[in-house]
């Protein structure tokens, strides 16, 4: 072994030992390492790639993924509207940022019918999520635990506004970053799956989306260059998704630009676990319900490849049209330049004899002459205020009616949009079970197919966490004490399997309650605190199962923590108030 190659090894093994020996975390939850450490590709971050690729780099930096992460530095800090107080009237608190010495801070006030404040909840702003585009969000930390600040700012507007997702309800500052939403806002997170949260040290091995999410772990190809210098000749330690089929190439950009109605992923991995060039379907399933003439997509919000694949130009391009043939990561035009820019791309396939409209009259509109703002037009999104998007379901006019599906692609009442092609469709059984979990909250026709298939899995796969919680789910909506005590046995055997969905832990604790357990339910909410310390509905239900036992003072203690974790929330708050009361009723001396 030659000594470069040695010391790429040695550096390569000093960083799985680091990897694995971080292992505590404050509620001593263990941080699981990542699905196969020992085979694990060793990542040497974007600066690295720098070394031999500045210019690609340096442009790349400039564009929206280049720049989705970052730390809030004192220029960011400096254009930004501060201090600003902003009044949600649906929760009635007020939502203030502020600037102090040089840091980002947010904070949540509430304030009684006097206008005397109630609580103050104040937090440092650690990672602005988000490139400016169309705004940018706010992460913070507790510990080892990472949320999302209630406050976004919108580019639109020039504008602090509610983050999306709260105006539908006051999640504060308890809205946990989890693993499925940072692997694609950030370059390399260590979230730890099923944390709820919970992150290893550091939080980021890299900031902002970098070259390795899109071209694979680069220690391999860094060792390969140093020693034989062999780039003129091409490589095959590294992913170039410019060579690679378009589908192969698009698999990259679906991982995050497809959401779909449920994103699985596969029994055993995680989301660091795909690597670009091998099917993203081996790591990660994306199903939706199919869309039809007569109900179209509810939303085609990053649903950027699919609505892609409806349009007659995918159809007809005999796989010769994909997300790179349009667009460039390494760089992205201005908007001034984008019409131009993109125009090139379509010119590419079509000719200017193509369109039926004078190119007289499409000189004159603004901008002028531009293929993407007739057949792929800009709308606002409803989900995200203050933001556009383009809509990739490239169309003749504006009243091309919504296509035929493929059934092709279809799997029991979904269409697995990453399927592989030329290989037999199918969908492991669990992993359809939880695209269904997934789905019937705002698809409560599935919710029949959930059930069916829990029932169907329950003797091959009964320790399996998901269908435990599918089978609980159907012996709750039977509405029997019999029915009840079966999913109270479901929900036990689900916790002891490592389920760490909070929702799990309240309703058995509530079941249990119901049959007069209290002290099972009392135990059960201990754990879920030890599993997931910040979420307040254990605080809540746990001073509830206490004061229903006669133990105040414990009662007292657990509100309390509570309270300080959670100040916004107001049950708590009643309740800590009800519990003190009732211990200083208790100690005060008779006057008999």
């Known amino acids: 072994m030659t000594g470069h190659a040695l010391v790429a090894r040695i550096l390569a093994l000093a960083w799985s030992a680091a990897f694995l020996a971080v292992q505590y975390s404050p509620a001593g939850t263990r941080l699981h390492a990542a699905s196969n450490p020992e085979t694990m590709p060793a990542y040497v971050g974007s600066r690295v790639c720098s070394g031999c690729h500045r210019q690609i780099y340096s442009s790349y930096r400039q564009t929206d993924m280049g720049r989705s992460m970052t730390e809030p530095a004192t220029t960011l800090l400096e254009k930004i509207p501060s201090p600003i107080t902003v009044f949600d009237p649906n929760s009635k608190r007020d939502f203030q940022v502020s600037v102090h010495d040089g840091q980002l801070f947010q904070a949540e006030i509430g304030k009684d019918s006097d206008g005397k404040e109630v609580f103050r909840d104040s937090h440092k702003i650690d990672w602005i999520i988000g490139s400016g585009a169309n705004g940018f969000g706010a992460i913070f930390r507790r510990e080892h635990y990472l949320f999302e600040a209630p406050l976004s700012f919108y580019s639109k507007t020039n504008s602090w506004a509610l983050s ?312 709750t909506q039977q509405k029997t004490s019999q029915a009840n005590e079966q999913a109270i046995e479901y929900l036990k055997a689900a916790v002891k399997n490592g389920d760490t969905d909070p929702t799990d832990y309240e309703g058995l604790a509530t079941l249990m309650m119901a049959r007069g357990a209290a002290e099972d339910a009392v135990l059960v909410l201990q754990r879920g605190l030890q599993v997931m310390p910040y979420d307040a509905i254990f605080y809540r239900l746990l001073g509830k199962v206490y004061r229903s036992l006669k133990k105040n003072a414990e009662a007292t203690q657990i509100l309390r923590r509570g309270a300080e974790i959670f100040p916004q929330d107001p049950e708590i708050r009643e309740l800590l108030r009800e519990s003190e009361a009732s211990s200083a009723a208790g100690a005060a001396p008779s006057t008999r």
């Open 164 to 475: 999306p997702g709260y105006e539908f309800a006051n999640y504060g500052f308890s809205r946990p970053i989890l693993p499925g939403c940072i692997a694609c806002h950030s370059g390399q997170p260590q979230a730890v799956p099923g944390g709820n949260g919970l992150f290893r040290e550091p939080p980021f091995e890299e900031l902002a989306v970098g070259c390795e999410n899109c071209h694979g772990p680069g220690e391999a190809h860094v060792s390969e260059m140093t020693i034989s210098e062999r780039g003129s000749r091409g490589s095959r330690t590294i992913v170039n998704p410019g060579k690679l089929p378009l589908w192969s190439a698009d698999n990259i950009c679906m991982s995050c630009h497809q959401t779909g109605d449920a994103r699985v992923l596969q029994p055993g991995k995680n989301h660091r676990d795909f690597l670009p060039g091998a099917p993203l379907d081996r790591t990660l399933a994306i199903l939706m319900v199919p869309p039809t003439r007569e109900n179209p997509l509810r939303s085609d919000l990053l649903e950027h490849y699919f609505s892609m694949t409806l349009s007659k130009c995918y159809r007809h391009s005999a796989g010769r049209l994909g997300c790179v043939t349009c667009h460039d990561p390494h760089l992205q035009p201005s908007s001034t330049d984008a019409p131009t820019f993109f125009r090139r791309k379509c010119i590419s396939c079509h000719t200017e004899k193509s369109c039926a409209v004078p190119l007289e009259v499409r000189n004159k509109k603004t901008p002028p002459d531009d293929c993407a703002g007739c057949h792929m037009p800009k709308r606002d999104i409803k989900t995200i205020s203050h933001s556009a998007l383009t809509n990739h379901r490239i169309v003749r006019d504006s009243g091309e009616p919504f296509p035929e599906v493929p059934a092709s692609t279809q799997t029991p009442g979904l269409i697995h949009l990453s399927a592989v092609p030329g290989q037999k469709n199918s969908v492991a059984p669990v992993v359809l079970l939880e695209a269904y979990e997934q789905i019937v909250a705002s698809r409560p026709e599935y919710r029949q197919r959930y059930w069916d298939l829990a029932r169907q899995l329950e003797k091959s796969r009964g320790e399996n966490v998901t269908v435990l919680r599918a089978l609980a789910d159907w012996a």
